[in-house]
């Protein structure tokens, strides 16, 4: 049931790979909240994926753009404000991706042009963003700013491997800007710290059955489900939340804050 809370809103969605993409769901709620936003993703992501049928029913416009290329950003955050008519008011960092994690080499057997690639795509991506965004004076006064992460930035997880550097690093970038941006235009920087999700970059994860049973033992209300965490993330670029800001939010079902369950005791019990 939609409510309106983003209505008259202008966002830049990133990362809508295919209709399990968080940033899918994000896309599909935001439009039934009334918002207006362009989709972007990196070139070769948009040849591979299915994000103009998402365009087509959002009524967006499809900018395409590679996270770790500042003339791209520059010329995404342009075109939006021309497209949407309007400074930005929403933007959703949603993007993931580690050679290392993908073609299996272990944390202790880092390939280290990956392992930059993994940083650069993954968090210095987000810099980018506001960097290129605050270049062109593209943020709305009071606009929210939202990047996607996982726990594995506080606690070792051994097969997130150098995602989990940089998911660190994405979490001090989001509180290095918010701070900045907070200040010159009261514009707020978060992360949502996501339950394990049924999704390409998440099912890429070597054991990620594993991950994804663990933690939904380990948690009071169950993993969160994609749809949910787009939901939350409408909160977070609503009027709603105002003074929220350089926060890592926990978007998990309480897996975060429990120490044990039954469930998982039952394992190890005779
Ligand atoms: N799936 C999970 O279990 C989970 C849990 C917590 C956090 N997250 C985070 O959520 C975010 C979205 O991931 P998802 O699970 O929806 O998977 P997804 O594979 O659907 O999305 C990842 C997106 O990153 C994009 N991307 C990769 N390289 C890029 C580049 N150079 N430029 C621009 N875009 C690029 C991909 O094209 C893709 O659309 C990621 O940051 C991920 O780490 C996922």
Redesign the pocket.
């Known amino acids: 049931m939609a409510h309106g809370l983003l209505k008259g809103k202008r966002g830049i969605i ?5 209709d ?5 769901k994000v896309a599909e709620e935001a439009h039934a909240e009334g918002a207006s936003f362009v989709l ?3 070139p ?2 948009m040849r ?2 299915e994000i103009k049928k998402l365009a087509e029913v959002t009524g967006a416009e499809v900018v395409p ?5 500042d003339a ?1 950003l520059e010329k995404l955050f342009g075109e939006a404000q021309q497209k949407l008519g309007g400074k930005v008011d929403f933007v959703l ?5 580690s050679p290392n994690v993908r073609k299996g080499r272990t944390y202790d057997d880092l390939n280290y042009d990956w392992y930059k690639q993994t940083l ?3 968090a210095m ?1 987000l810099h980018r963003m506001l960097q290129a965004a605050r270049g062109a004076d593209a943020l709305a006064e009071g606009g929210s700013v939202v ?5 594995a930035a506080q606690r070792v997880f051994p097969d997130y491997g150098d ?1 989990a550097d ?2 660190a690093l ?1 979490e001090s970038i989001t509180r290095s800007w918010g701070y900045r941006l907070g200040r010159e235009k009261r514009v707020r920087v978060n992360t ?14 070597k054991g ?1 059955d594993g ?2 049973g663990f933690a939904e033992a380990m948690s009071p209300l169950g993993n969160a489900p ?1 749809l949910d ?1 787009a939901r939350y993330c409408i909160t977070l670029f609503s009027d709603m939340t105002r003074y929220v800001t350089m926060q890592n939010l926990y978007h998990d079902g309480g897996f975060s804050t429990t120490g044990v369950t039954p469930e998982v005791m039952a394992k190890f019990t005779g």
Not at 147 to 151: D, K, Q, R, S, V
Not at 192 to 205: D, F, K, L, R, V
């Open positions: 990133t990362g809508a790979l295919n399990q993409s968080i940033a899918w972007s993703n990196a070769v992501a591979m994926g753009a590679d996270a770790t290329n791209d960092h949603s993007i993931g991706m650069d795509v993954s991506s990047a996607l992460t996982y726990i995602m940089a998911k994405l949502i710290s996501q339950s394990p999700t049924m999704t390409t970059a998440g099912s890429g994860i990620f991950f994804f994609a965490c």
